[in-house]
């Protein structure tokens, strides 16, 4: 099963949408209404207008690349509509952010730009945006980043064909492909007039890009029903692992800037451009120290406090040095059963794979010494080197990045299909302009 690092990215969708810019202070109106009800919830004119605000901020030097006021409005709507279903569901489902979780993103925020949380409160006010706005924006942003990752661990595995098929495939080729592209969304059990009808919309821009009446980042902008529309398609750089069969068999023949399609793929019609193409094959080796090593535990325990854990663990270390043998010492008394059956003996580790604080120990000691007692969040530990290695780790590196790469494959497409699901599933009515309908299951 594929484990999802968790981490918070305050450029994403979410903060491009709500964090709020000097723009705001002349965009928010004064007089507050629904501009949408999602489910239980509702969106507000102030939250669109900051979200519209901030996106017209992005493309401040491109602003030929934003469609009109309203399309954009209706495209900014959609991508709030699906952040409230998300939160929505991360709640139902347990998932909680807590309030010392919260304070330090919002004082990881503040160190990323160089300023002090209570600068950070101030430069807010400024641009019209309240603290408790911020505080809200970014337990959103984590919650929706929790949901992903849980999402991730249930259902995504990479298994060791699939890595073995990637590797051979990249010692041929050792391409990575920079990609753009325009999504027109077709819902779960489309129609025939429904398919019709994306294909004509896709059919339609694929003209306007070949007549070079809009360039490509500017056709995803105004009318691709992807997630990432408003940065303009951009799928980043991906190797071919990452990449649908279908689609990476048909770059092979393309040349940057090309444009193929449409596509008819699982959400919908896709107009695909290779942005750029650049040479991997050359991994790069890396050599590692690696420790083995030994240690002794005194775990801190509801029965076994702090003083008592390194009492113990100051008594053992003064019988090692005394000339008792560590390996029976670690034995009889460690409280990690995992490694006391065979005398404390870790294997061998990388420095901090154990965290820094046993790193630091390990790296400081030469072959056979015992370190003094120190602490973790384990409790109590002394510990003996008994050797190190340089270790190539080169193909090692490679099977997990290329695990991690089809694992990120696997989820960005079935992620996309569950939104697809949650929003056809949602009841959404617009309040806006043009806009103003009944969306449910739209």
Same mark, same amino acid.
């Given at each position: ?106 004082a990881a925020v503040a160190q990323q730009n160089g300023i002090s949380v209570e600068a ?91 007549? =070079?009446?809009? +360039? #490509?980042?500017?056709? %995803?902008?105004?009318? $691709? @029903? ?6 303009? &398609? ?13 689609f990476a068999q048909m770059l092979q023949g393309m040349s940057p800037g090309q444009v ?61 040095? =005394?000339?008792? +043998? #560590?390996?029976?010492? %670690?034995?009889?008394? $460690? @409280? ?6 065979? &005398? ?37 530990h002394i510990l003996q080197r008994i050797s190190s290695r340089q270790t190539d780790v ?49």
């Open positions: 099963m594929m484990t999802m690092t968790p981490r918070l990215i305050l450029a994403g969708m979410l903060a491009a949408l709500m964090v709020a810019t000097p723009v705001l202070a002349q965009t928010t109106t004064s007089l507050d209404r629904i501009v949408a009800v999602v489910d239980e919830d509702v969106i507000l004119q102030s939250e669109l207008d900051r979200a519209v605000a901030n996106v017209t901020a992005q493309y401040a030097n491109n602003p030929e690349r934003l469609p009109p006021r309203n399309v954009l409005e209706r495209q900014v709507l959609e991508r709030l509509v699906l952040v409230k279903l998300q939160v929505a569901r991360a709640t139902g489902t347990g998932i909680r952010v807590s309030d010392d979780e919260l304070n330090n993103a919002v950070l409160r101030r430069q807010l006010a400024a641009d019209g945006l309240t603290f408790a706005d911020f505080r809200s924006s970014i337990r959103d942003e984590i919650t929706v980043q929790r949901l992903r990752q849980s999402f991730g661990q249930s259902r995504i595995q990479v298994s060791e064909a699939e890595v073995e098929a990637a590797l051979a495939s990249q010692a041929n080729t050792g391409a990575q492909y920079r990609l753009s592209h325009v999504l027109v969304a077709l819902p779960e059990g489309a129609t025939a007039e429904q398919i019709a009808t994306g294909q004509k919309k896709a059919d339609g821009v694929k003209a306007l890009i070949d007549k =070079g009446e809009i +360039d #490509f980042a500017a056709a %995803a902008v105004r009318y $691709s @029903d992807s997630p990432n529309a408003l940065e303009g &398609g951009d799928l980043g750089w991906r190797s071919q692992d990452e990449i649908p069969v279908a193929v399609g449409p596509l008819r793929g699982p959400s919908g019609f896709q107009l695909l451009k290779l942005v750029e193409v650049r040479d991997s094959s050359q991994a790069a080796a890396r050599t590692v120290t690696q420790y083995n090593a030994r240690h002794i535990l005194m775990r801190i325990t509801p029965v076994q406090d702090g003083p008592a854990a390194k009492a113990k663990i100051d008594t053992l270390r003064a019988r090692i040095t =005394g000339g008792a +043998d #560590f390996v029976q010492v %670690a034995t009889t008394s $460690s @409280d990690d059963l995992s490694s006391r059956a065979d &005398g404390g003996d870790l294997g061998w580790f990388e420095a901090d794979q154990f965290g820094p604080e046993f790193g630091k120990q390990v790296s400081g000691l030469q072959d056979g010494q015992v370190s003094a007692p120190f602490r973790t969040e384990a409790g109590w080169t193909n090692a590196n490679q099977r997990a990045q290329i695990r991690e790469t089809i694992g990120r494959r696997k989820l960005e497409d079935e992620y996309n299909r569950f939104l697809q699901e949650l929003r056809g599933e949602a009841f959404v009515d617009f309040r806006i302009g043009g806009a103003a309908a009944n969306a449910s299951g739209s």
